[in-house]
């Protein structure tokens, strides 16, 4: 018997029924996220620091590099998210988009020169894409939409276990064998292949949707398009331009502390530890006073990691608290976001709202990253980081306004 066929395994518990549990299929991709994400992480955490002191790549040349990384999975975002509901079996699109990032960890080994590994990273992006909102959809479906925030909170809790694990077990292997980040890639290949190997054997192919099948794209179109989207991803683009990649914080960490590069992969367990701790709680805090205001205090928190990285004397207190900063704005901001849109589109065209957001966020975060390494390589890190501190403070008022009211329509959206 599926968890479909289950009875009430997706459908809403009766009136005054407490709900305790997050489904299995919630489980399960978790999971395979925990096992991908230690494969990715591992290569994610020296990255940045491989390219640019190994590989020599400039901040200019990074940027664009890490702007790839950010946002070429937009152009398949909403590919995967309407291949998810025309054909209600998302679970298979899941599958193409982790096989491919997995294949690209090995192609990491031949990779040399700029354009080589732009390509694979380019790989590894576009199966991230073509992944994403099918899993999320599948989460959605699978979970009780009263407990949307803590279902993803749970997902996101387990993948952050794998995001933690990773960067330590390059932190290992780099103190093992210094420098040898070929190791690091077969590793990862390792990992990611596992995952695949359990989301085909364990996670159950959930049908969405039984009409989802039927969906026209012009008709999913119009309703990504619709009124009730169009000021969350307004929202989610301006306050994605205004979202420095993880990779520039880091390297501006290291730069004013002088880390040595074997330490520098731990800099990521920092933030992952504090998202472990705090995506379940914040879903939770989500689900009750409104998603978006969850949302909305994330990027304030974002804030102050901005200020605390651009001072110009630092120390091991003070990058911490930085780090920690960056895991609660991505614990407050990653899960919540998907669980806010799938409440604001039908069921029929839920893999394709979700695939919106996302894809408008990564074009966004695409500008930010190239646009920041330009001002990098011109003023600095710091000056850089001030001035997208005044920026995000101004972007955060506007978001507010895009989104007000939004929980309650969503709210009403359950209810009915």
């Keep these: 018997m599926s968890l479909r066929d289950r009875p009430g395994a997706d459908q809403p518990p009766e009136k005054g029924k407490a709900v305790r549990r ?49 946002g070429v999975s937009a152009f398949v975002r909403l590919a995967g998210g309407y291949a998810a509901d025309r054909g209600g079996h998302p679970k298979w699109v899941a599958v193409v988009g ?13 990779a040399q020169g700029f354009a080589a590994i732009t390509a694979v990273v380019t790989a590894d992006r576009l199966g991230k894409g073509l ?41 290992a292997l780099l103190a093992a064998v210094p420098g040898s980040y070929d190791s690091i890639f077969v590793v990862s290949f390792a990992f990611a292949t596992i995952g695949v190997v359990v989301l085909l054997l364990f996670v159950p192919n959930l049908r969405t949707t039984v009409s989802a099948a039927r969906v026209g794209f012009r008709m999913v179109m119009r309703e990504v398009g619709g009124r009730r989207l169009r000021g969350p991803l307004i929202a989610a683009t301006v306050l994605g331009l205004m979202t420095v990649g993880d990779g520039f914080l ?18 990521y367990v920092g933030t992952n530890i504090a998202y472990l701790a705090l995506a379940i709680p914040l879903g939770r805090l989500a689900d009750r006073v409104g998603r978006s205001k969850v949302l909305l205090g994330g990027h304030v928190v974002l804030l102050g990691c901005y200020v605390l990285a651009a001072v110009p004397a630092g120390g091991i207190g003070l990058t911490l608290v930085t780090l920690m900063m960056l895991g609660v704005f991505y614990a407050a901001t990653d899960g919540v976001l998907p669980a806010l ?21 990564a074009v966004a975060r695409f500008a930010s990253s190239v646009v920041f390494g330009l001002l990098w390589n011109i003023q600095g890190p710091a000056k850089s980081l001030v001035l997208f501190t005044v ?26």
């Design 250 to 267: 880091y390297l501006s960490l290291q730069e004013r502390d002088d880390f040595a590069a074997k330490y520098f992969p731990l800099l």
């Design 341 to 361: 849109i799938s409440k604001l589109v039908s069921a029929d065209a839920r893999g394709s709202g979700i695939a919106a957001a996302q894809t408008v966020q």
């Design 131 to 171: 992944r994403t909102a099918p899993r999320d959809s599948l989460i959605a479906e699978s979970s009780d939409p009263r407990m949307l925030g803590r279902a993803f909170g749970m997902h996101r809790m387990l993948d952050t276990v794998g995001a933690a694990i990773g960067p330590l077990v390059a932190f």
């Design 98 to 110: 982790y096989g491919a990032s997995a294949v690209s960890r090995i192609a990491m080994l031949p």
């Design 22 to 70: 997050v489904s299995s299929t919630v489980i399960l991709l978790g999971v395979v996220s925990c096992l991908t994400d230690i494969s990715s992480e591992s290569v994610s955490s020296i990255l940045p620091l491989y390219l640019t002191a190994v590989v020599g790549l400039s901040p200019v040349a990074y940027g664009f590099l890490d702007g790839v990384y950010q």
């Design 391 to 416: 920026l995000l403070a101004a972007a955060v008022p506007v978001a507010a306004w895009l989104l007000r009211g939004i929980d309650r329509s969503a709210a009403v959206e359950v209810s009915a």
